[in-house]
């Protein structure tokens, strides 16, 4: 019995045995399995949504030597950077005429293609530009202190500007899908010169960023505009280094409302919804701000027929929810008519219906559109005071807008200039509403390398030009006596001076820059009779001309000093033997390869003259008497001074009435030997005319300076005429020509004749022109061909600069 039951509690316990065995072997094949389904998923996440590099953060492929961004397989972009406009300064109906324009540009987008306005506002560095403007000493201890004072001048400017200070561009970016790449290049090169043209209209440039351009501007988005560089990010791929490599960041990290991005800590946030009246100024507000911020506009045109298609299915959808309510409430209280529908779907049964009747009744196109900004700065709190500050302009203008959460880095993706959206937030808008997202706004010039003109009047920003960067350099200043004129010269003197290597020539028919020349060390040239002082106006070097013979040049400004001596055109025959006379003294100098002993002077030409056989040849001689032999013959010797000096000013105040037209035309050409040879070194030289007036009083002289004028860039001259008399200036047909050629126009406060007749050359607004209307001293238009910037430049009078450049009597340094 005993051994009976032990041998059943035995099996017993082997099937117990056995039941445990094969539940621990389930739970571990559970177990096991469970664990492989969250390796499988932590390999998916990992491959799909968490990148193990920074590299694979960034969300396009490649990009093209053509300039064309491959984003995906089969899918490429293009950037177009267009240049601002004054928008907002300008009149009431060019703003309208702008709108009109690119409401027009809005209709005529292709649906095939993928369409994203970017707007780029990047903060200053202003302790980068603070550094940059560092003087070097030099070996003369009094300008030395001029340099650090004019320092602390700019220091003081950047101070009360850093709160203002930004760079806006703005850029259309647009996108096909496109298996073949050669294709999809021909489809979106040949945009450019339909963008062309259609800007060109409002003033706007338009320009193809290049590989080059497109690889610097990821890497400033990427790693800070301002960010110091070891090698640049095109060096180090010609080093053997990839493409993303170059320009991402050291590390990316997403937060649920924030993200970091190397050592900058960024937001995006997204528009919600629009209200539906929104104006032209909410983008304008948003980017009129120091710090950096990118808002993106996704555009996606919508055929007719399928928005029509759209929006009827939509309407459908909200009827139907409004009679289910009254039947609900029907239902409920036995009349359809207590039925209370809710404010927002019964708006929006109207506005569909009139989008809907909108689009079948006029022209205007739907777009779904998508706005999303990005905020970048140093630190978190930083951000979210910057952060504050767009939630709350947004709630000005009735915008509903929200930071994105826990789509931080598809916010980012989507913001890049790429025309790739990630952010599922559309919204239905027409043309007209579309159009309202204006893109222009206010034009801002910060250059690099250029030179501290003052403070946007309308934005208080630094205003800071480089003359060089222009295709023409060449410009004017004008202005009505105490409006500051000369004063703006000479702060563009010192700045040329103390920030370049170039050379800086003066006419100084007034001797007013005397001063300033030398308590900056430079020479001052008295030209008159009773000065030691000589210039030869046969001076010629063999860097003259752009043609192997430099002689032709030579013989033409000959010409032109016979022409003002007599006081009329030269006769064909006198040409002739004037010609031939100059080609005849300058003989020996050119076989003797410009050796200076052989260079002749005008007394040559005076005996050469004598000895020809001609009549008239005798009778210009007779001219050239009292200029060469007789009482007015300061210019009939060789130069006898050293022009050396960075700094030269030609004092010719007291060359009388008389010698006045003569003595510009001979300074003039001394000068531009001096601009040939210092091209031949690689240096550009300023050449700065005030009273400009005098030279355009004589056609000759006119002209010889209208030539002048022109060669200027190709030689690296920067002429710069100065004049309060701009009425006088304006009756020259010549002066009209180069004003409205030029790319630097310097206005001041001006006369109530002279206003209308700059307006109508000019073709400036009504607002543009109230800031040259009783201004300040200092304070005017920028204007460089279509940018048209109000300054204001309040100099500190208690310096020492200010006594040395003012021209009131009771002002200046004694």
Not at 4 to 16: H, T, V
Not at 58 to 79: C, H, S, T
Not at 245 to 256: A, K, L, T
Not at 441 to 464: C, R
């Amino acid at each position: 019995m005993f051994k009976q039951r032990k041998k059943e509690a035995k099996i017993i316990e082997e099937k117990i045995a056995a039941q445990r065995k094969q539940q621990k072997d389930k739970q571990r094949k559970n177990y096991i399995k469970s664990v492989g389904k969250k390796k499988r998923f932590w390999k998916l996440l990992d491959k799909n949504s968490i990148p193990s590099t920074s590299q694979k953060t960034i969300p396009f492929k490649d990009i093209l030597n053509n300039g064309m961004i491959e984003v995906d397989e089969g899918y490429y972009a293009m950037i177009f950077k267009i240049s601002n406009i004054n928008y907002i300064l300008s009149r009431q109906e060019d703003q309208q005429a702008v709108y009109d324009h690119y409401c027009k540009f809005l209709n005529s987008l292709d649906p095939n293609h993928k369409f994203q306005i970017y707007l780029h506002n990047m903060a200053i560095d202003t302790k980068a530009l603070a550094d940059s403007l560092i003087p070097k000493s030099g070996d003369n201890i009094e300008v030395d202190m001029l340099k650090e004072e004019y320092y602390d001048i700019l220091l003081s400017a950047i101070e009360k500007s850093k709160d203002k200070t930004s760079q806006k561009e703005i850029f259309f970016v647009f996108a096909i899908e496109e298996a073949n790449p050669v294709k999809a290049d021909m489809e979106l090169s040949k945009l450019l010169p339909d963008l062309k043209a259609h800007y060109k209209k409002i003033g706007c440039d338009v320009e193809l960023l290049s590989a080059e351009e497109i690889i610097d501007f990821f890497y400033g988005f990427y790693n800070g505009e301002n960010m110091e560089l070891g090698l640049s990010p095109i060096d180090m791929i010609k080093k053997g280094v990839s493409l993303k490599d170059s320009i991402c960041p050291i590390s990316f990290r997403f937060e649920p409302r924030h993200y970091y991005m190397g050592n900058l800590v960024g937001r995006t946030i997204f528009i919600r919804e629009l209200p539906n009246v929104l104006t032209d100024g909410f983008l304008y507000e948003i980017q009129d701000n120091p710090f950096s911020i990118q808002i993106s506009i996704h555009m996606e045109p919508v055929e007719t027929a399928d928005a029509i298609s759209f929006l009827k299915k939509k309407s459908t959808a909200l009827n139907s929810n409004k009679i289910e309510r009254i039947q609900k409430s029907a239902k409920a209280t036995g009349s359809a008519q207590a039925a209370f529908i809710p404010f927002d779907l019964q708006a929006a049964i109207e506005e569909t219906d009139e989008i809907m009747k909108s689009l079948i009744e006029s022209d205007k196109k739907m777009f779904f559109s998508t706005i999303i900004i990005n905020i970048t700065a140093s630190n978190l709190d930083e951000l979210d005071r910057i952060t504050d500050i767009v939630l709350r302009i947004c709630r000005k203008h009735i915008v509903k807008a929200d930071v994105l959460t826990y789509q931080q880095e598809d916010g980012l993706c989507s913001v890049l200039p790429i025309a790739k959206n990630k952010i599922k937030a559309k919204r239905g808008l027409l043309t007209d509403g579309a159009g309202i997202l204006m893109p222009f706004s206010s034009q801002e010039v910060f250059h690099k390398e250029g030179f501290y003109y003052g403070a946007n009047s309308a934005s208080g920003g630094l205003v800071v030009f480089n003359r060089k960067m222009l295709q023409n350099a060449s410009g004017f200043i004008l202005g009505m006596p105490g409006s500051g004129k000369s004063f703006s010269a000479k702060q563009e003197i010192i700045s040329a001076l103390f920030y370049t290597n170039d050379d800086i020539m003066i006419i100084d028919p007034e001797g007013e820059y005397t001063p300033l020349v030398k308590a900056l060390g430079g020479t001052v040239i008295n030209i008159s009779s009773s000065s030691p002082h000589r210039i030869n106006p046969m001076d010629m070097n063999i860097h003259y001309a752009d043609d192997d013979n430099p002689l032709n040049l030579k013989s033409e400004f000959v010409l032109s000093l016979i022409e003002i001596i007599k006081g009329s055109a030269l006769l064909p025959a006198e040409k002739t033997i004037i010609d031939r006379c100059v080609k005849k003294i300058y003989k020996d100098y050119i076989l003797n390869e410009y050796n200076e002993e052989y260079l002749p002077s005008l007394i040559d030409l005076y005996k050469e003259l004598l000895e020809q056989p001609e009549k008239e040849a005798k009778d210009i001689a007779l001219m050239l008497e009292i200029y060469t032999v007789g009482s007015l013959n300061m210019f009939s010797d060789k130069t006898n001074i050293e022009m050396k000096n960075r700094l030269t000013a030609f004092n010719t105040r007291d060359l009388g009435k008389q010698m006045k037209g003569l003595g510009l035309l001979i300074v003039l050409d001394c000068i531009w030997n001096r601009v040939c040879q210092n091209r031949d070194k690689g240096k550009y030289t300023w050449i700065y005319t005030d009273e400009i007036y005098l030279l355009f009083a004589n056609e000759y002289s006119a002209q010889f300076y209208y030539e002048l004028y022109k060669r200027a860039r190709k030689w690296g001259g920067i002429p710069t005429g100065i004049t309060q008399n701009v009425e006088d200036l304006l009756k020259s047909d010549t002066a009209r020509t180069m004003l409205s050629n030029s790319q630097f126009l310097l206005l001041l406060n001006q006369s109530s004749s002279d206003k209308k007749e700059i307006q109508n050359l000019l073709q400036i607004s009504d607002v543009q022109l109230s800031y040259i209307t009783n201004s300040d001293s200092g304070s005017g238009l920028l204007v460089s061909g279509k940018t048209v910037i109000p300054i204001t430049n309040k100099f500190p009078k208690k310096t020492r600069l200010y006594k040395i450049m003012t021209t009131k009597i009771d002002e200046m340094s004694v």
